[in-house]
Antibody, heavy 128, light 110 residues
Framework: QVQLQDSGPGLVKPSETLSLTCTVS??????????WSWIRQPPGKGLEWIGY???????NYNPSLKSRVTISVDTSKNQFSLKLNSVTAADTAVYYC????????????????????WGKGTTVTVPS | QSVLTQPPSASGTPGQRVTVSCSGI????????VNWYQQLPGTAPKLLIH???ERPSGVPDRFSGSRSGTSASLAISGLQSEDEADYYC???????????FGGGTKLTVL
């Protein structure tokens, strides 16, 4: 059973770079049909997708964060990571690392994607 | 302001059936499959329903999902106290080229 463990500093100063790592156990980041993603949740608010990366290097980011985000996969360590630069207090949130499963339904003729495994979350605070 | 629209709250008594709606547009729910997540207090979200109406292994059949046009809904039958949680819908948006979520519905079991 695949598990994700996110880790990183809980406090980041304004204008600096937030760096988080997610370690994958019970499976490999090179498994086909999966993307590796980050989601965040500000205090008392809903979920916001940050972006995803595949082990082959393809990436896709939330347009609202694209200029500040980098997500990468390290196959040698079976990890993936998030870097968010120039942080402000608005970036204060719980950050979750997430696995996205993808597939194609041949009967229905459509692609499907869903976030099937979540890490426990890391609280990151950026003081104002 | 979330891209997908959910009611902020819902409630029911034990044993009742409750539904949570999720409204979108043609570029998200109208074109792509919908997933639902349950977030118990103080924990990470958990996949509840995927691909509109599929339950992952271990999710009770009291939970069901449906999609029609640009809307989707989650139904919970035989409501139990442990169902008290926040529920989120999510879908891929072809125009935004990213995942979008509903604002979440807080379910209270009275």
């Amino acid at each position: 059973q695949v598990q994700l463990q996110d880790s990183g500093p809980g406090l980041v100063k304004p204008s600096e770079t937030l760096s988080l790592t997610c370690t994958v156990s019970g499976g490999s980041v090179t498994s086909g049909s999966y993307f590796w993603s980050w989601i965040r949740q500000p205090p008392g608010k809903g979920l916001e997708w940050i972006g995803y990366a595949s082990y082959s290097g393809s990436t896709n980011y939330n347009p609202s964060l694209k200029s500040r985000v980098t997500i990468s996969v390290d196959t040698s360590k079976n990890q993936f990571s998030l870097k968010l630069n120039s942080v402000t207090a608005a970036d204060t949130a719980v950050y979750y690392c997430v696995r996205i499963k993808s597939g194609y339904d041949y009967l229905g003729g459509y692609y499907y994607y869903y976030m099937d495994v979540w890490g426990k979350g890391t609280t990151v605070t950026v003081p104002s | 302001q979330s891209v997908l629209t959910q009611p902020p709250s819902a409630s029911g008594t034990p044993g009742q059936r409750v539904t949570v709606s999720c409204s979108g547009i043609s570029s998200n729910i109208g074109s792509n499959t919908v997933n639902w997540y349950q977030q118990l207090p103080g924990t990470a979200p958990k996949l509840l329903i995927h691909t509109n109406n599929e339950r992952p292994s271990g999710v009770p059949d009291r939970f069901s999902g449906s999609r029609s046009g640009t809307s989707a809904s989650l139904a919970i039958s035989g409501l139990q106290s442990e169902d008290e949680a926040d529920y989120y819908c999510a879908a891929w948006d072809d125009s935004l080229k990213g995942w979008v979520f509903g604002g979440g519905t807080k379910l209270t079991v009275l």
